[in-house]
């Protein structure tokens, strides 16, 4: 009886080592033509707005005094002195926020399906929370749907 067991755990063994699994994740051959179809008319294409957030001067930290406290007499909160941030949509610049709400709001008018329009927060190098949730408050007060959010360390 020993001997039968033997030989039946080292032909599992090999066919557990000999086995090989068939990968179909990820790869799904179809034969579907190429140029026929129901629905044959062309779209039109969706234009992207990328808005680029930079850090011009990044100012300097100081405590907020109306946020006095008697365990911190300085301030509870920080906040920046002297920082200017600009952002550039395409070959447009804006300092101010207001300016640019007032951008996107011509660009929304203009476009068809502002909730089909995708804009792209692109976050460079120096930018703080603060200076993101600004413009993010702005996009969607405008009524836009598909945000997503890039960054780089280029200056």
Known sequence: MAPMIDVTFLLLIFFIVTLKFKVLEGRLDAALPKDM??????????????????????????????????????????????????????TNKFRDVGKLSNFLDRFAKTQEMKDDTPITLDVRKGSVYGDVVVILDVVIEKGFQKISFAGSFEE
């Not at 234009?47 to 365990?71: A, C, N, W």
């Open 37 to 90: 179809g129901s629905m044959s008319t062309e779209t039109d294409p969706i234009e992207k707005v990328d808005i680029v957030i930079r850090v011009k001067k990044p100012g300097v930290l100081s405590p907020d005094p109306t946020t006095r406290t008697h365990s911190q007499p300085q301030g509870r909160l920080k906040h920046y002195v002297g920082r200017q941030v600009e952002y550039l949509v395409g």
